[in-house]
């Protein structure tokens, strides 16, 4: 069971529980579930309109999640992700803090969505 908390300044922060069993459901899709208002346009990995900012608000630390090439394009083009966030999470398997929510699957852990 994963807590992801979103957070925007212009909305009340909204805590919802998904089960993160299944490894297919992404954030914007659980965010549109819960009526979560976070921006978004092709839905596909493409435009790097839905960025999110992902904070580990659990006491084992973000968990590793894998980035697909397109999305490492994207948040390179949008200038959330750098040469040493991509070495970070491909050697070290320390994921980036910055992520698509339409590419982002989510864990079983407790993390902060800024968007
Ligand atoms: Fe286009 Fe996520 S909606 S990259």
Request: charged share 30%; proline share 3%; aromatic share 8%.
């Amino acid at each position: 069971m994963a807590n992801i908390t979103f957070s925007n300044p212009s909305y009340r922060d909204k805590t919802v529980y998904a089960v993160a069993g299944s490894h297919t459901e992404t954030i914007l899709s659980i965010a549109r579930e819960y009526k979560v208002p976070i921006e978004f346009n092709c839905g596909d990995g493409e435009c790097g309109t839905c960025v999110i900012k992902v904070t580990s608000l659990d006491e084992k630390g973000r968990m590793s999640s894998f980035l697909t090439d397109k999305e490492k394009l994207v948040l390179k083009q949008v200038g959330k992700l750098t040469a040493e966030d991509i070495e970070k999470a491909g050697v070290s398997d320390i994921p980036p803090q910055w992520r698509l929510a339409c590419q982002f699957i989510v864990r079983d852990e407790d993390i902060l969505v800024e968007y």
